[in-house]
């Protein structure tokens, strides 16, 4: 069974800290495939990064980067410089090869203050 | 690009009461997905279409709940004899899967107050 675990509720940041989210992932299959999703207040889910179990390059794309690393089943993600806008709940989802069901932690609750 | 539709935004019913809600996928995706989310929780996957076959049902979806898909296109999620339990955001998502899992882009939801 597929499941992801972010163990850290709320996290409090002043503007232009770094803020890294921890995801720990359970899977029995080979292939599977990593997401991070934003949440803003508004209440919709935002789309932000995708890696699959066969690639563990880790990557930077502006202000975001992820760790992924197998051994340790991880999925860290790490907001850079963080900004007032990147207040919101981040979610960390798991998809396996043949299971289209996302299942998603429970959700970071990130606050930056100005 | 439009992206994924969900009407209406907000729901509020008294127990008893059948609800619908309905879902635009984004235009070329083939598949859509429902989610249910609760207050401080991760959404949870209720049930989800490869065009209008409908794959796959969560044990979360009671038989109060019917999906359809009808032409492969919009979708809609039923609730029948609606209880205070089933208060929460009802969240659409759809994606375009040739080969492969492609990310599920999201709608905004709709809320779903029981009284």
């Known amino acids: 069974a597929q499941k992801v675990t972010q163990a850290q509720t709320e996290i409090s940041v002043v503007e232009k800290e770094d803020v890294t989210l921890d995801c720990v992932y359970e899977?029995?299959?080979?292939?599977?495939?990593l997401f991070w999703y934003k949440q803003p207040p508004s209440g919709e889910l935002v789309f932000l990064i995708r890696?699959?179990?066969?690639?563990?390059q880790n990557e930077i794309s502006g202000r975001y980067s992820w760790n992924f690393q197998k051994s340790t089943s991880s999925f860290n993600f790490t907001i850079t410089a963080s900004q007032v806008v990147d207040s919101a709940v981040y979610f960390c989802?798991?998809?396996?090869?043949?299971?289209?069901?996302?299942?998603f932690g429970k959700g970071n609750q990130v606050v930056v203050i100005p | 690009d439009t992206g994924v539709s969900q009407d209406p935004r907000h729901k509020i019913t008294k127990r008893g009461q059948n609800v619908t809600f309905r879902c635009d996928p984004i235009?070329?995706?083939?598949?859509l997905y429902w989610y249910r989310q609760t207050l401080g929780q991760g959404p949870e996957f209720l049930t989800y279409?490869?065009?209008?076959?409908?794959?796959?049902k969560s044990r979360l979806l009671s038989d109060r709940f019917s999906a359809e898909r009808p032409k492969g296109s919009f979708s809609t999620l039923e609730i029948q004899r609606t209880e205070q339990g089933d208060s929460a955001m009802y969240l659409c998502?759809?994606?375009?899967?040739?080969?492969?899992?492609?990310?599920?882009?999201f709608g905004p939801g709709t809320r779903l107050t029981v009284t």
């Open positions: 998502a759809s994606s375009l899967t040739d080969r492969g899992i492609y990310e599920q882009y």
């Open positions: 899977t029995r299959d080979t292939t599977y495939y």
């Open positions: 890696r699959n179990s066969f690639d563990e």
């Open positions: 989802a798991l998809s396996e090869e043949g299971n289209n069901r996302l299942a």
């Open positions: 235009s070329e995706h083939n598949r």
């Open positions: 279409f490869q065009n209008e076959a409908q794959l796959e």
